[in-house]
C-alpha cells in the first residue's frame, strides 16, 4: 500500500485546511482510514477514524472542529480542519492498518500561529 497525504501549510488561528490522503494498490473501500498527528515532543496521537462503513470517530479536542470523510470512488480520506489552534500544529499523518500491519504516509505539516 502506498499512502500519500498532502494539504498541510501555515494557517492562522481561528483558519482551516483541508489536508487529504490517496491511497494506491488497495482495495480502499474495504480499508477503515485514520488521522494521526504528532507534536514536537509529544507522542503520536489518534485524531479521526472513518470505518469502511463510513463511521466516524474523533478525538475529544477536534470534536465540532474537524470532519473526517472520504471518497471510495477516488480511493482517498480527507479531514477538514476548522476553527484551527496553536496547539493543533503537528505533521499530520494518514494511516490504515493492512495485513495486520499499521502504514504510515510520510505525514504533511500542519502549523497554525497565534
Known amino acids: 500500500v502506498q499512502l500519500q497525504a498532502s494539504g498541510g501549510g501555515l494557517v492562522q488561528a481561528g483558519g482551516f485546511l483541508r489536508l487529504s490522503c490517496g491511497a494506491s494498490?488497495?482495495?480502499?473501500?474495504?480499508?477503515?482510514m485514520a488521522w494521526y498527528r504528532q507534536a514536537p515532543g509529544k507522542e503520536r496521537e489518534l485524531v479521526a477514524s472513518?470505518?469502511?462503513?463510513?463511521?466516524?470517530t474523533y478525538e475529544n479536542s477536534v470534536k465540532g472542529r474537524f470532519i473526517i470523510s472520504r471518497d471510495n470512488f477516488a480511493d482517498a480520506v480527507y479531514l477538514q480542519m476548522n476553527g484551527l489552534k496553536p496547539e493543533d500544529t503537528a505533521v499530520y499523518y494518514c494511516?490504515?492498518?493492512?495485513?495486520?500491519?499499521?502504514?504510515w504516509g510520510p505525514g504533511t505539516q500542519v502549523t497554525v500561529s497565534s
Open positions: 494511516s490504515m492498518v493492512e495485513r495486520g500491519l499499521r502504514r
Open positions: 494498490r488497495i482495495m480502499f473501500r474495504a480499508y477503515d
Open positions: 472513518i470505518t469502511s462503513g463510513g463511521e466516524t
